[in-house]
């Protein structure tokens, strides 16, 4: 019987063993520019290791994908975070899972409210980027360097994530 999930609310608090929820809400903030602006510091664990390994900045704009959902592979970065920060108000599937001798398992599926960014723990299972609803772009914060920092795991049977309410 294939994996069959139900999204779920992103919080910070469900989503800390996979890494950091990307809100204002919550965040230590202060204001900077002589009170002209609000800062929300220090949200996300940034890594970028191995050989050569820096931060990078990026955008991207991903076509929609539409729930119920098949998803056949997850993947991760052995050598760096990664964090998806929406552009929009649109919102976004999160799939993540554990590892247990390096497969992933017990997936877990989340629904961000708009707004609402991740960054992915280094090194943890995590479904391709899924926006939801339109054409989306996205700021990424990932690593580059040298070495192969991507890992992919295709599930002998995919993941079925339903639509809200099914
Ligand atoms: N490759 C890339 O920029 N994105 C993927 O790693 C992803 O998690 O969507
Ligand atoms: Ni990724």
């Not at 993540?96 to 943890?124: I, K």
């Not at 360097?145 to 992919?152: H, P, S, T, Y």
């Amino acid at each position: 019987m294939p994996h069959s999930l139900q999204p779920q609310p992103l919080t910070p608090e469900a989503f800390a063993p996979f890494g950091q929820v990307l809100q204002k809400d919550g965040a230590r903030n202060f204001a900077i520019n002589d009170g002209t602006c609000r800062r929300f510091h220090d949200l996300a664990n940034v890594e970028a290791t191995g050989p050569g390994g820096r931060v990078i900045v990026s955008l991207v704009t991903g076509e929609p994908s539409t729930l119920p959902l098949l998803v056949e592979m997850v993947e991760r970065h052995p050598f760096g975070s990664q964090a998806f920060h929406p552009l929009s108000r649109n919102r976004f599937l999160v799939v993540v899972c554990e590892d247990e001798d390096g497969r992933p398992v017990r997936p877990r599926a989340f629904l961000t409210s708009p707004g609402q960014g991740v960054n992915y723990d280094r090194n943890v299972w995590h479904g391709v980027l899924t926006p939801l609803g339109e054409t989306s772009d996205f700021l990424i914060v990932d690593r580059d360097g040298e070495g192969d920092n991507l890992e992919v795991f295709t599930f002998d049977e995919p993941v079925l994530v339903r639509a809200p309410g099914e």
